[in-house]
């Protein structure tokens, strides 16, 4: 485990749920043990704050607790466009098996981009 990855697992960022949240978007596989629950407080489609629960190895700590930092700020869609080579990038790379852990993120984010628009659709007010 390289610095970078040691240093985001032992010391996380945004790793809490959120009560006010907007929406939740859900990445992984709970039955096999690698999940996220991905928690946004948005405005007018604009990212204020993200926060993640985590269940998986340090590298998915890691990964998902760079991935709250980069999306917050963003736009949905600007937000959409990160990936998770550039979460492993940031974190100076991965090891080969633990590409799937910073995809986990991306995946969440759609998930909840997908129940932003449902809830847009079925709710005007939000709108
Ligand atoms: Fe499966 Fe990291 S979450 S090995």
Do not use: Q, W
Not at 39 to 53: C, F, N, P, Q
Not at 89 to 102: A, Q, R, V, Y
């Amino acid at each position: 485990m390289n610095e970078k990855v040691k240093a985001y697992f032992k010391n996380p960022r945004n790793l809490e749920s959120m009560a006010d949240a907007t929406v939740k978007g859900t990445g992984g596989d709970p039955g096999c043990g690698d999940y996220i629950e991905l928690y946004l407080k948005i405005e007018h489609d604009v990212i204020l704050k993200a926060s993640a629960m985590v269940a998986g190895c340090p590298y998915a700590i890691a990964t998902t607790s760079v991935f709250t930092e980069m999306i917050a700020g963003k736009s949905l869609d600007d937000a959409m466009m990160i990936s998770g080579d550039e979460v492993a990038d940031f974190l100076d790379g991965l090891p080969e098996t633990k590409i799937h852990c910073s995809l986990m993120g991306p995946e969440a984010l759609r998930n909840a981009a997908h129940n932003y628009i449902m809830a847009r659709i079925c709710t005007p007010s939000m709108a």
